[in-house]
Structures are given as C-alpha cells and as structure tokens.
C-alpha cells in the first residue's frame, strides 16, 4: 500500500509542472505580443524590412556588366 501514495503524489507533481511550463509560454507568448507591438515596422504600421529601399524597375547588374557597355562605347 506505500507505492498508492507514491503514485498520486508523482502525478501532482507531474500535474503542477505541466501547469507550470503551461503558465511559461502564455508569459512568452505576452511578452512577444508585446515586444512585435512596439517594433518599428509592425503589421500595418511601416515598410516590411525586407523590402526597404528597393526601387521598382530594372536593377543594376551585380556583375557590373554596365562597365563592360562603357568600354564598348569608347572604342
């Protein structure tokens, strides 16, 4: 009859960790709420940063092909 006890006093505390870790994450969960709120560049509120600063259109050539175009052109 020890091991009766031992049981129920095993599931608990099992109990109140699962409570506890369940606790945790709606604390995180706030917290990231609150910090995503106060970023700049939040949901209907900026520019995403992805895209910052591109310009619609063509784009320059990372490969600088435009100094290849202005070599032809002086010859």
């Not at 994450?25 to 949901?43: D, L, M, S």
């Amino acid at each position: 009859m020890a091991s009766r006890p031992k049981v129920t006093q095993q599931k608990r505390a099992r109990e109140r960790a699962r409570q506890e870790r369940q606790q945790e994450k709606i604390r995180r969960r706030e917290e990231n709420k609150v910090r995503r709120a106060n970023t700049p560049g939040a949901a209907g509120g900026g520019e995403d940063p992805d895209i910052a600063g591109i310009i619609p259109g063509p784009q320059p050539s990372p490969w600088g092909d435009e100094l290849d175009e202005k070599d032809e052109e002086t010859t």
